[in-house]
């Protein structure tokens, strides 16, 4: 590690403040950021910790829609989420229990990693990230692995997602990490089905359309029965070839609607 | 009824108490007063000559005590290999130096450059991102056939190639062995990858340099499995130290597998620095570092054929492998795939011809070396799925081949050089069949087959030569050292017993069972026994833990000890009840003088000893304290048997292991609890092994599973609960105990089973697929499954 400032306001203006500062950096439950910063693989002047700012904690449910403040842990989703089950069920099979008492939502959604499971489940939702500045629709909102339309010092401050009638998170552990070899995201809501899918592809979290059509029409394991996923673009590395992610889209998006029942 | 005290009864391991409580002392709980701290540059490149290394901005930066660089090594020695292997044409190994920091060249990505001491491990750290190098990039040699070619880049200039050796064991003769299979009724032919790992021990690797300018004496703590080998080595070949005045101590070590055998640069620095800069100077590897620097195990690439009469007998067995060093030579490397593999490959079975060539490569990667089984589970693997691919095809019961081919008669020479002095082979597989449920199996796989998955049942049987190892034996074969052990018995004169041993415990429980054997010995509360060991200068000798030969031969050092300490004390006691010493016997820690009520206490002799108001000065010393070596006459052999139950999920290709049994033959048994936990590790690591673990380069040489995001290490939810059986028992023959040795087995023996399982389950499900290599991961069984 480098040496660096760290400060902890209580609120999104102060942080926001802090972060304005040239090279400070957030800081959400640190699962992702701490590792790189002990490999010296980043050099932030300032960390700015989110995890002391009340108004970015916390579950709640209203008119359909699930909010999760951006500072809120794995764990309290896993518990606290009962109105979206699948999201809860997402978030109970995060890393470990540290892992999961630490990391954040709003960390996993802007760090964007290809193979995390938040953001299977904001695409698959059409869930909204909401930060300091302005609200953003996930299907603007990543932009391919590690990239996010987030801008410089921005803070996700809350997602919301719409609760759907069913949903199913399926996920293939890579065996090494467990981060998901592949990941599928199916929400069944009243006017259609989205699939996405993470951990596959080269251009991170999708959706995969011809399933959602296919879904929309027939909500059944049956209905994707004639479709293959393009190997061309998806992830060909140590755990899997690009042949094998695209061939367990097609099986875990099988199961996933299956389990959505 | 099974016993609660000595020899056979499973007390709870004491040192456990101080681990789960986290009171152990490990290397990285030491701390000298005025340390500095030393991080080690390395080189982010497979191969590459040093054309610039300017370390004068680095020198001024904060807290940077010295900057070393090989220019501070020239004539100092480089890191020992301990073993010469002889080719096949007579000569010796090529045997290229291994400089402690590069010389002129980098050959892997790891290799130390350079090396930074400073007040804090952070600034040397920082001064270390301040030194300036200009690496000329050289092509990187990763594959072995690619390196053996004409023309191919050599790893070491002076070399005449990448080749080591090109050895060969058993049937020399080239045409016979052809005869052997052009007679033969049926061969099976296997190529395969035996993959490299990484090690991985919990803790990893630290070295503290002390010297004291007073008494011009160094001291090393070091996470080492064997501190004796570690002094000497470095005394008499790299330092150039007179060993009296060199203490190395490896305190609690967090576990070893192997990879803390071995004589490391970073010690030889710490030792050093700690004089040229008058301060202990003290190295804490990170994990990344270990996955560059720790010697990594395995990597063999192998073709193997079977040949079999008509009656499906055995009749040859021939195997060309070539095996991975890496850039170096580590300190046992060459003797890994040689004599401690292909000694093994008759297995259990009286195959008659056997041919065993072997070619040692090296390349630009992190050197290879003794990995938990080292050797003996290549062996095993190639051997068991050969003969698993050869019952298919001749279509016989896999283990009606095994059971028909068994070696039934002892002693039995093998044709590559041992003689197993005992076992019982068909024995341990009816203990198999039990433990394994065989008769259940038809069942489970119907109810595996209904939930949609695929059911197989993988056998294999495994042999190993431990107790390394008799040292004129060894000696023949190119070892530069001997492999007996040491142990020194001292009773104190309130009777209470310190053992110190050259075996040194990290994690197989010594502090435990040992004890058992000496307090049955004398017939003394077990508590009243404490074994020393992991101090140069607390224990006599020892040639440490590896082989699974601590109990099998420095136990019977300590057997040895005790006998003395027993006899001379039966003499002070005939001296005490003015009997003679023939008419002394002793049982449950009491003296009688056979045929009499007379009787005096082990305390009371004991006190005696050290208070000789009433002693035998003429006849005997007071005191008492012994100490015995102990050679080996044999290797011991520890053999079983093993099945895996695996369900394959044919639409994603991933295994999981549903039942796993092991049935083996240790000899006598000191503490079976100890033992059934040895063998779940080995089993563990096994498994790891057979569906996770992989270790893989690319090629331009940098590893990609360089940290445990991408290296795949078994957790507990990826194991089943084993049954495991020792009841099978053929006492070793040649050692005071009986006892054969239980460290390793499990991770020889268990691989092939769960392979030969998945295989006997994609069968089932219609799928002629011949073999899969190890990790069999979701990817390749599903690649396999589908074309
Ligand atoms: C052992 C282990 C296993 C894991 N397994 C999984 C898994 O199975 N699935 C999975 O999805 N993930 C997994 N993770 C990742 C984990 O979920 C991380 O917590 C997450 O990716 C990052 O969240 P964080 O709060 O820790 O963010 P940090 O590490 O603190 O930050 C990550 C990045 O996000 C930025 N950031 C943090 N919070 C905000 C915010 N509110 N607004 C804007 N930017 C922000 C930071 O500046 C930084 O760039 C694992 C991690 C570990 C260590």
């Known amino acids: 590690m480098y040496n660096f400032e760290f400060v902890k306001p209580a609120s999104v203006a102060d942080a926001v403040a802090a972060l304005g500062e040239e090279d400070a950096q957030a800081l959400g439950g640190g699962q992702t950021l701490i590792p790189t910063l002990k490999q010296r693989l980043a050099a932030p002047s300032k960390l700015v910790s989110l995890s002391g700012i009340a108004e970015m904690k916390g579950v709640s449910a209203a008119d359909g829609v699930l909010s999760v403040g951006g500072a809120t842990t794995h764990g309290t989703v896993a518990a606290e989420a009962g109105a979206y089950p699948a999201l809860a069920d997402l978030a109970s099979h995060i890393g470990d229990p540290a892992v999961r008492n630490r990391g954040t939502i709003g960390g996993s959604l802007a760090n964007n990693d290809p193979s995390a499971c938040y953001p299977s489940a904001a695409l698959a939702s059409g869930a909204t990230i909401v930060t300091n500045a302005r609200e953003i629709a996930a299907d603007d909102y990543f932009q391919g692995m590690f990239t996010t339309a987030l801008e410089e010092g921005e803070i996700i401050t809350a997602v919301k997602f719409p609760i759907p009638e069913a949903a199913n998170y399926q996920k293939f552990l890579q065996p090494a990490s467990r981060f998901a070899l592949v990941g599928v995201f199916v929400a069944k809501y009243a006017d259609g089905v989205r699939v996405a899918v993470t951990g596959a592809s080269e251009d991170g979290v999708f959706r995969w359309s011809e399933a959602e059509a296919a879904l929309s029409k027939e909500f059944r394991g049956d209905a994707l029965m004639d479709l293959k996923v393009d190997p061309a673009n998806m992830i060909g590395d140590l755990h899997g070839t690009k042949e094998y992610r695209a061939h367990l889209v097609g099986v875990l998006t099988k199961r996933a609607v299956v389990a959505a029942g | 009824m099974p016993k609660d005290s000595g020899i056979g009864a499973s007390p709870k391991r004491r040192e456990d108490v101080r681990f789960l409580t986290g009171a152990g002392n490990y290397t990285d709980d030491i701390n000298v007063n005025g340390q500095a701290y030393v991080h080690f540059l390395r080189s982010d490149v497979a191969h590459a000559k040093i054309n610039g ?42 045997e290229p130096p291994h400089p402690i920091l590069a010389q002129g060249k980098v050959r892997h990505v790891g290799d130390p450059i350079a090396a930074v001491v400073a007040d804090s491990a952070e600034q040397a750290r920082d001064a270390a991102e301040a030194i300036v190098l200009d690496l000329e990039e050289l092509p990187a040699v990763v594959n072995m056939k690619a390196a053996l070619e004409d023309g191919a880049t050599k790893v070491h200039d002076d070399l005449t190639s990448n080749l080591c050796y090109d050895w060969v064991l058993g049937e020399t003769d080239d045409a016979a062995v052809q005869k052997a299979f052009d007679d033969a009724a049926h061969v099976t032919t296997l190529e395969l990858t035996n993959q490299r790992l990484v090690a991985n021990p919990m803790e990893p690797r630290v070295a503290v340099g002390d010297y004291n300018r007073g008494t011009d004496e160094h001291t090393l703590y070091t996470t080492s499995q064997n501190p004796h080998v570690i002094r000497l080595l470095m005394c008499a070949f790299v330092l150039g130290l007179p060993e009296h005045k060199v203490r190395v101590i490896a305190p609690d070590v967090g576990g070893g597998f192997g990879t803390k055998i071995f004589h490391y640069a970073e010690e030889a620095f710490c030792t050093f620095a700690a004089k040229a800069c008058n301060r202990p100077v003290k190295w804490t590897a990170s994990r990344s570092e270990a996955f560059l620097s720790d010697a990594q195990g395995r990597d063999h690439v192998t073709k193997i054929e079977l040949a079999l009469d008509k009656d499906n007998n055995f009749t040859a067995l021939r195997t060309n492998t070539l095996a991975n060093m890496g850039a170096y030579l580590s300190t046992f490397s060459s003797s890994v795939p040689t004599w401690l593999h292909g000694t093994l490959m008759a297995g259990n079975y009286k195959t008659p011809v056997i041919q065993v060539n072997v070619k040692a490569v090296f390349t630009t990667t992190v050197p290879v070396d003794a990995y938990r089984g080292a050797g003996r589970p290549e062996a095993t693997f190639q051997l068991e799925r050969v003969i698993d691919k050869a019952a298919r095809e001749v279509g016989v019961d896999p283990v009606a081949l095994r059971r028909q081919n068994f070696v039934t008669e002892f002693p039995y020479d093998t044709p590559v050089a041992l003689t197993y002095d005992t076992g019982d082979y068909n024995g341990t597989m009816d203990k198999l069949e039990v433990a394994a449920d065989f008769a259940g199996f038809a069942a489970r796989r119907a109810e595996s087959e209904k939930n949609g998955k695929l059911r197989g049942l993988g056998v294999n049987c495994y042999i190993e030569a431990c107790g390394i190892a008799p040292s004129n034996v060894v000696g023949m074969l190119g070892a530069r050292a001997g492999l007996y052990d040491a142990a020194t018995v001292r009773v104190n004169a309130t009777g209470s017993i310190s053992v110190m041993v050259g075996a040194h415990s990290h994690g197989q429980g010594h502090e435990t069972a040992f004890p058992q054997v000496v307090a049955e010995m004398i017939g003394i509360d077990e508590s009243q026994v404490e074994i020393v060991h992991g ?11 590896y082989g699974s030969r601590s109990l099998a031969v420095c136990g019977s050092a300590m057997v040895r000890a005790t006998e003395k300490i027993i006899n001379k004390a039966k003499k002070i006691a005939a001296h005490l009840m003015e009997a003679s010493d023939a008419d002394i016997e002793l049982k449950d820690g009491v003296f009688s003088v056979a045929g009499t009520d007379k009787s005096v206490a082990w305390g009371d002799v004991t006190l005696t000893a050290y208070v000789p108001h009433n002693f035998p000065l003429e006849d005997i010393e007071p005191g008492l304290e012994e100490t015995a070596f102990y050679d080996p006459a044999n290797f011991t052999y520890p053999a079983g048997a093993y099945a895996c139950e695996v369900e394959v999920d044919p639409e994603t290709g991933k295994v999981t292991i549903e039942r796993f049994a092991a049935a083996d033959d240790f000899g006598n048994i000191v503490n079976p609890m100890i033992v059934d936990g040895q063998v779940h590790g080995g089993i563990g690591q096994g498994i790891g092994q057979a569906l996770l673990e992989n270790c893989v380069y690319d090629d331009s040489g940098q590893l990609l599973s360089a940290s445990y995001m991408d290296y795949a290490m078994p957790r507990a939810d990826d194991v089943p609960f084993y049954t495991v059986d020792h009841s099978s028992q053929t006492p070793c023959t040649h050692n005071p105990l009986g006892v054969k040795g239980c460290g390793e087995a499990g991770a020889i023996g268990s691989p092939p089973a769960v392979v030969n399982a998945v295989i006997d389950a994609l069968q089932s499900g219609g799928k002629d697929v011949g073999h899969i290599d190890m990790p069999v991961s979701p990817a390749r069984v599903w690649a396999a499954m589908n074309g």
């Open chain 2, 535 to 545: 101090d140069t200068s607390k224990i006599p000798f020892g040639m440490g833990t």
């Open chain 2, 53 to 94: 290394l300017d370390t004068s901005a680095a020198e001024a930066m904060p807290g940077v005590v010295r900057i070393f660089t090989g220019a501070d090594f020239e004539g100092v020695g480089g890191m020992p290999c301990g073993w010469q292997v002889t080719d096949r044409h007579g000569d010796p190994m090529q």
